[in-house]
C-alpha cells in the first residue's frame, strides 16, 4: 500500500528562483580522503551547445551530469556528502538536535586523518549572485564556517567562523549580528540565522531545499510531491503521461484517502506513540492505478483497480514516485541529484529522463546529478565529456574522483561506452579469470 500522511508536508512545492549549482568540493568524508571537486561548469568545447548547455551572461554551466565507478568505489559516497551538507543546512540550528552527534563520518583508512573534521563546501547560483558556503565539522562541533559572495571578479566575505568565533560582515550580513551567541557549538550559523528570518540566510537556505536529493533504491521521500501533482489535472496528465512509457496499460491514477488507524501503524511502534499520532488526526492517501478490463473479444468490459505498491512492478512504483519531483524539477528549475537512477528502469527510459534536462525545452534551467552502471547511456550523443565523471578507489582505499574531459586523448566524438567498459578510463572492477573461483584447491 503506498501511504503518505498528508499532515507533516508543507512548503517543498513552493516556486523559488532557479538555482543552479556550480561546484561542490568534499574531504575527509567516508572514501573521500583529500579533496574532491565536482563542477557542473562547462568546458570550451561547443559539443551539443544548445541542448546540453546552460549559457548565462556570466556562467557556462551544464544541464546534467552522470557518475561511474565500479562498486564500492565512492559513487554514492559522493551523492551522500552533499546530501549530508543539505540536511545540515536544513536542520541542524532545531531544537531537536540539541544534544545530538552530527552524522558526519571521516576517513577512516589514514591516522592521517584521525582527529581531523571532514570539510563540505559549495559553490553556487542563487537569484542571479554566485556564493561560496562550506563548513568543516566533526560529530561533536562544526570546526569553522564561511560565507562568500562574488559581485565581481573579488569575493566579498559575509561571514568567517573558526569554532565559536564567528566573525560578522555587519555590511553585508547585518541580519547575522547578536546571532554569534545563540548558535550552539553544533549548529550552523547560516541555519541559525534563516531561523531569525534574515534575509540573505533565508534565501540561501531556499537554495538547499531546492537541492533535491534521494539516497538508495527506494524513493519514498518523493512520494508526496508526485501526490501534489497528481491534484491538480494538467500536472496529472503529464504524470500519466510519463508513466505510460513504462506501463501502458496504466490508464488513470485514483487518489484514497482516509483517516489512520491504529491498525495501520507498525505493531512494534509503542502504544503511546501510537495514540499521540493518532490524536493528530493525520491523513493517509492510498495511491492506485487504474487498468481497463476486457472480454474474450478484448473488448473494454471495465476497470481494475491496482494498489501501486502490491500490484505493480518495481520499476512502475519507482518512476511513479519519481515523476512528479522530475516535472516539478523542470518546471521551477532546482537541482535533483539520484543515487542508481537506472535501478529497475529500462536502459530507454532512464535516457528519456537524462533527455528531458539536456534539452533547450529546459527553459528553466533546472539541473540532474545521477550515479549509474548503464554504460548504453555513455555516448557522445547525450553527454559531452565535462557531464561524465568517475570515481576509483586507490590502493589506499581513497577515491579518486575525475571527469572524462580532464583525460588526454579522449575525442569528443569517441565511443565512450566501449571505451569506458575496455578499461581506457579506469574506474573499472578488476574482475580477474572467473575460472579460477571454481578451481579446487586453489584457494588453499
Known amino acids: 500500500m503506498f501511504i503518505i500522511v498528508l499532515n507533516g508536508y508543507s512548503g517543498i512545492l513552493e516556486l523559488w528562483e532557479s538555482s543552479m549549482l556550480i561546484e561542490f568540493n568534499v574531504t575527509n568524508f567516508l572514501s573521500f580522503k583529500n579533496r574532491a571537486t565536482f563542477s557542473m561548469v562547462a568546458s570550451t568545447d561547443d559539443t551539443l551547445e544548445e541542448s546540453n548547455v546552460i549559457a548565462t551572461e556570466k556562467h557556462r554551466l551544464v544541464r546534467s551530469a552522470v557518475v561511474y565507478g565500479a562498486n564500492a568505489s565512492g559513487k554514492s559516497n559522493l551523492l551522500a556528502a552533499l546530501n549530508l551538507m543539505r540536511r545540515m543546512v536544513l536542520t541542524s540550528s532545531k531544537d531537536t538536535q540539541v544534544n545530538e552527534e552530527i552524522d558526519v563520518e571521516p576517513f577512516l583508512l589514514s591516522t592521517e586523518c584521525d582527529g581531523k573534521p571532514s570539510q563540505f563546501e559549495v559553490v553556487f547560483l542563487q537569484g542571479g549572485t554566485l556564493y561560496r558556503y562550506g563548513f568543516q ?3 561533536k562541533r562544526v570546526h569553522a564556517e564561511w560565507l562568500f559572495s562574488r559581485p565581481s571578479t573579488k569575493e566579498a566575505t559575509y561571514f568567517k567562523r573558526e569554532a565559536q568565533n564567528i566573525d560578522v560582515n555587519v555590511d553585508r550580513f547585518k541580519e547575522g549580528k547578536g546571532l554569534e551567541e545563540r548558535t550552539r557549538e553544533n549548529a550552523l550559523f547560516l541555519s541559525v540565522c534563516a531561523q531569525f528570518n534574515g534575509d540573505v540566510a533565508t534565501g540561501l537556505l531556499k537554495w ?19 501526490i501534489d501533482k497528481l491534484k491538480a489535472p494538467k500536472h496529472k496528465g503529464r504524470v500519466l503521461e510519463l508513466t505510460k512509457v513504462t506501463d501502458p496499460g496504466i490508464t488513470d491514477f485514483d487518489l484514497q484517502q482516509k483517516k489512520l488507524t491504529l491498525q495501520d501503524l507498525p505493531k512494534e511502534l509503542p502504544d503511546e506513540i501510537k495514540k499521540d499520532i493518532i490524536n493528530d488526526g493525520p491523513v493517509i492517501v492510498e495511491l492506485k492505478t487504474t487498468h481497463r478490463k476486457v472480454d474474450g473479444a478484448n473488448k473494454d468490459v471495465g476497470e481494475v483497480i491496482f494498489d501501486l505498491e502490491d500490484n505493480e512492478s518495481g520499476g512502475t512504483q519507482k518512476l511513479v ?8 524539477t523542470l518546471e521551477t528549475g532546482k537541482v535533483l541529484v539520484v543515487d542508481e537512477l537506472d535501478s529497475r528502469m529500462h536502459p530507454l527510459l532512464t535516457r528519456l529522463i537524462v533527455s528531458l534536462f539536456n534539452s533547450p525545452a529546459n527553459g528553466s534551467n533546472a539541473q540532474l546529478i545521477f550515479a549509474s552502471h548503464d554504460t548504453t547511456l ?5 553527454f559531452r565529456r565535462d557531464q561524465i565523471w568517475f570515481t576509483e578507489k586507490d590502493q589506499y582505499g581513497a577515491t ?3 571527469s572524462l574531459v580532464e583525460l588526454k586523448g579522449v575525442r569528443k566524438e569517441a ?6 567498459i575496455q578499461g581506457k578510463y579506469g ?7 572467473p575460472e579460477w573461483l571454481l578451481c579446487e584447491g586453489c584457494h588453499e
Open 137 to 139: 565539522t566533526d560529530r
Open 208 to 226: 538547499f531545499q531546492n537541492l533535491r536529493t534521494m539516497q538508495g533504491f527506494a524513493p519514498m521521500g518523493f512520494a508526496p510531491v508526485t
Open 321 to 328: 514516485k519519481l515523476t512528479g519531483p522530475i516535472l516539478d
Open 378 to 382: 555513455l555516448t557522445p550523443k547525450l
Open 400 to 402: 579518486d574522483l575525475y
Open 415 to 420: 565511443a565512450f561506452g566501449k571505451e569506458y
Open 427 to 433: 574506474a573499472i572492477p578488476f574482475i580477474g579469470d
